[in-house]
């Protein structure tokens, strides 16, 4: 079982950056996928990055590819995502989920979720 939480979200200006952190816990982080998904307002959750166990294998979204770097430091049982050049269509609330032993873009796959932190992109 893992238990994630996110923090770092805010808002930011076009353009600007940020870096949200999802700091987990429980037996089963060293051996699972953490993805990161995003939700706006009346849209469905979408795929935005994720990183296996090993830190080796990281997938993309197209739209965020060259400005969104995911990583992950398993002594601190923690995932990050730095996120720059954001746009105000980004704006959402961004979770960071756990899956075992899977690596999949599919938000329904994932079997651990944190509560989310939002990202909000104006001037």
């Known amino acids: 079982q893992v238990q994630l939480v996110e923090s770092g979200g805010g808002v930011v200006q076009p353009g600007g950056s940020l870096k949200l952190s999802c700091v987990a816990s429980g037996p089963a982080f060293n051996t699972s996928t953490i993805g990161w998904f995003r939700q706006a307002p009346e849209k469905e959750r979408g795929f935005v990055a994720l990183i296996g166990w090993t830190g080796r294998t990281t997938y993309y979204q197209d739209s965020v590819k060259g400005r969104f770097i995911v990583s992950r430091e398993n002594a601190k049982n923690t995932v990050y995502l730095q996120m720059h050049s954001l746009k105000p269509e980004e704006t959402a609330v961004y979770y960071c989920?756990?899956?075992?032993?899977?690596?999949?873009?599919?938000?329904?796959?994932?079997?651990?979720w944190g509560q989310g932190t939002r990202v909000t992109v104006s001037s």
């Open positions: 989920a756990a899956v075992e032993n899977s690596i999949s873009t599919n938000w329904r796959v994932y079997e651990y």
